[in-house]
T-cell receptor, first 115, second 111 residues
Framework: DGGITQSPKYLFRKEGQNVTLSCEQN?????MYWYRQDPGQGLRLIYY???????QKGDIAEGYSVSREKKESFPLTVTSAQKNPTAFYLC??????????????FGDGTRLSIL | DQQVKQNSPSLSVQEGRISILNCDYT??????FLWYKKYPAEGPTFLIS?????DKNEDGRFTVFLNKSAKHLSLHIVPSQPGDSAVYFC??????????FGQGTELSVKP
């Protein structure tokens, strides 16, 4: 079954620690995205990548970093510089076919909490 | 500046009746609009989309209407079912394929 897998589902971090959230897809999608969801604020784009070894900042990239070494994988690191990291993090992917609109498909999310 | 807005945080309807969820946007350059459904602790699921060159798209019980002059999007669910109870997000496609999401509307369908 093709899909997007995010792990772990729940993650706890001590203040001052970096933590990495995993996102893997077997849909052969070119583009991948990371969003953050906070109550009442919808989804906000952190980083996105349209091709391997390339990524761009979204609207709220400060305190986060990403890598895209493989097409299937787009891990997100929440660094100690992120002052309010407690949130629900969602990874998505889509076909990037040069203009014809395609929906993004989402994983089931990782809830990050600070201890 | 919120480019995509869902002004109703919640909506309650009776089973069998119509649910109408609304969404407003500010950028006339958006070319593609989507609706997603989300259950708690799960990722959003794509429901239906519409291109800016159309004014209506239908898929079973779900119909999306686009009024470009008013910069307004709506999702109609007919008939509503208890399983439709979820948070609904509208989204608009901006530059470089990025999606801009509204804040969500929580729909409750009562038996």
């Amino acid at each position: 079954d093709g899909g997007i897998t995010q792990s772990p589902k729940y993650l706890f971090r001590k203040e001052g620690q970096n933590v990495t959230l995993s996102c893997e897809q077997n849909l052969n999608h070119d583009a991948m995205y990371w969003y953050r969801q906070d109550p009442g604020q919808g989804l906000r784009l952190i980083y996105y990548s349209q091709i391997v070894n390339d990524f761009q900042k979204g609207d709220i990239a400060e305190g986060y970093s990403v890598s895209r070494e493989k097409k299937e994988s787009f891990p997100l690191t929440v660094t100690s510089a992120q002052k309010n990291p407690t949130a629900f993090y969602l990874c998505a992917s889509s076909i990037d076919n040069g203009g014809v609109p395609q929906p993004q498909h989402f994983g089931d999310g990782t809830r990050l909490s600070i201890l | 500046d919120q480019q995509v807005k869902q002004n109703s945080p919640s909506l309650s309807v009776q089973e069998g009746r119509i649910s109408i969820l609304n969404c407003d946007y500010t950028n006339s350059m958006f070319d593609y609009f989507l609706w997603y459904k989300k259950y708690p602790a799960e990722g959003p699921t794509f429901l239906i989309s519409i291109s800016s060159i159309k004014d209506k798209n239908e898929d079973g019980r779900f119909t999306v209407f686009l009024n470009k002059s008013a910069k307004h999007l709506s999702l109609h669910i007919v008939p509503s079912q208890p399983g439709d109870s979820a948070v609904y997000f509208c989204a608009a496609r901006g530059g470089q394929g990025k999606l801009i999401f509204g804040q969500g509307t929580e729909l409750s369908v009562k038996p």
